[in-house]
């Protein structure tokens, strides 16, 4: 398949909301990374993107919106339907990077959902993802538009090193300005959950609901790591409520690691290490974001591929503080590095 690249222009934002009715993969940047479109309403559809991707198929995909009138036939009870906290949540952050689960309607494929009764959906603020949902005239299924593992792609060129040849077009639009993905908050409990932190912080949030939001159990566990003394990859598995949380993730083809303290402690600990590595014939980077936690998560998944470009095997990252933000940052610098910390 030859994958075509679109412009941000409006003919060929219609072109690939075309591609997307009649079942075709279009790639398309949101404000927070790359999304891999498919109708969300069409299981064969979906499916085509859990196998562009290689991802596990009970790992559930975001379904994306363009206005608030799309939600109704999605969920059970419809609009009419949606509790006084949830609909806070949606005036606070809608559009923009807040994905929200709520229980599904029998329109919703489980090939969507990944078997689950619920379903998580976003109304993307970025220009460009907007268009495209408006012009696909569906709901818009979009996992991020990477090979399931990798880093999540943060610019179109970052897209098709990951799906050159496996999807029908990328819509070749500008670098993502948050750069991780978004925060998927849970309202269907009794406790609102954040069972994937990103830039819309738990703070953020217990502030607009008017109540105490939490972070889902697992995303405070930290797994010990037992790396894998050939892939460097360390086995994280656990029981995870949100399914994506169980898979590897956000791995470059390099080792990373991660190193706590200040400025002076991680630059000795990464020279020993960096020193270490070279003796054995390895390249080893050095990342310190300098406690600037919005640049960190613009760069984070840039500079892990980038740094696979130019062929290091070894990429030692400073951690950040785990508050706020750098909670959030600190979740995918965790999980590409398999929980792997020198202190
Ligand atoms: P991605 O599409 O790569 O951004 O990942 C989407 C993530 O959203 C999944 O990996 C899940 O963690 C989460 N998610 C999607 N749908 C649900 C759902 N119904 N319940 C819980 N988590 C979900
Ligand atoms: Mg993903």
């Not at 709901?139 to 897209?159: F, H, K, L, M, W």
């Not at 998944?301 to 990252?317: C, H, S, T, V």
């Amino acid at each position: 398949m030859t994958t075509e690249r679109l412009t941000t222009e409006l003919e060929d934002i219609l072109k690939a909301g075309d591609i997307i009715r009649r079942g075709g993969l279009v790639a398309f940047p949101t404000e927070t990374v790359y999304g891999l479109g498919a109708n969300a309403l069409d299981a064969e559809a979906v499916r085509s993107v859990y196998a562009a991707k290689g991802r596990p198929s009970d790992n559930p995909m975001i379904v994306h919106i363009a206005e608030t009138s799309e939600l109704d036939p999605l969920i059970k009870g419809g609009l009419d339907g949606i509790s006084e906290v949830t609909r806070k949540a949606m005036d606070a952050f809608w559009p923009g990077p807040l994905t929200i689960i709520f229980p599904k309607s029998d329109t919703v494929p489980y090939a969507t959902t990944g078997g689950l009764d619920t379903v998580a959906i976003r109304m993307p603020s970025n220009r460009t993802a907007y268009m495209l949902i408006a012009a696909a005239l569906r709901p818009v299924a979009a996992p991020s538009a990477n090979i399931s593992g990798r880093p999540s792609p943060t610019t179109a060129e970052d897209v098709l090193e990951d799906m050159d040849g496996r999807i029908d077009a990328v819509i070749m639009g500008e670098q993502c300005d948050v750069g991780i993905e978004s925060t998927v908050l849970d309202l269907t409990g009794e406790v609102p959950t954040i069972l994937r932190p990103g830039i819309i912080t738990k703070e953020a949030l217990t502030e607009a609901l008017g109540m105490e939001v939490v972070y889902y159990n697992a995303l405070l566990e930290r797994p010990v790591a037992e790396a894998d003394p050939e892939s460097g990859v360390a086995d994280t598995e656990f029981k995870p409520k949100s399914p994506g949380m169980k898979y590897r993730h956000y791995s470059p083809k390099a080792r990373v690691r991660l190193i706590e303290g200040s400025a002076e402690e991680f630059a000795a600990k990464a020279r020993e290490l960096g020193l270490e590595a070279i003796r054995n014939g390895q390249r080893p980077a050095i990342l310190d974001y300098e406690e600037d936690e919005l640049t960190a998560a613009h760069d984070l998944f840039a500079d892990l591929r980038e740094f696979d470009r130019q062929g290091y095997d070894l990429i030692l990252i400073r951690t950040l503080e785990q508050s706020g933000l750098g909670f959030s940052v600190m979740n995918r610098m965790l999980k590409s590095a398999g929980y792997d910390i020198v202190n």
